[in-house]
């Protein structure tokens, strides 16, 4: 039996969309416990290498990009990762061939990309 056959079929819309269910049931794959575990046991250590490493940036012997890093994996793991903002830009194509709506949404696209780097 291929692949195809053991899938369950998924409801569709007419433009090919997935009305429900999922395209991966089962979800993300599991670390293993014993891995999950190994790398626990390496905690006390990890946070004294990112503790060093800022603090040898503070005392000038350690690179700042180091120190930066350090101090962003130590702040996402303690206070968790800040929200990330996703613009979400829609434009509805219809049997018109005019595209001017489209056409002007892109060049003002490209003018807040290229704003910044003057």
């Known amino acids: 039996m291929d692949e195809a056959n053991t899938k369950k ?11 429900e269910g999922s395209l991966n049931p089962i979800g993300r794959p599991k670390t293993p416990p014993e891995l999950v575990e190994a790398f626990q046991e390496l905690t006390p250590r990890s946070v004294a290498v990112l503790d060093k490493a800022m603090q040898d940036y503070l005392e ?26 996703v613009a979400v830009l829609t434009h509805e194509v219809g049997p018109s061939t005019d595209d001017s709506g489209l056409v002007l949404m892109l060049q003002r696209m490209a003018g807040d990309a290229t704003e910044g780097e003057h």
């Open 9 to 19: 079929a998924l409801r569709r819309d007419e433009r090919g969309r997935v009305v």
């Open 60 to 85: 000038g012997t350690g690179d700042a990009a180091t120190a930066i890093r350090a101090a962003e994996v130590s702040l996402n793991r303690g206070w968790g990762k800040p929200a990330e903002r």
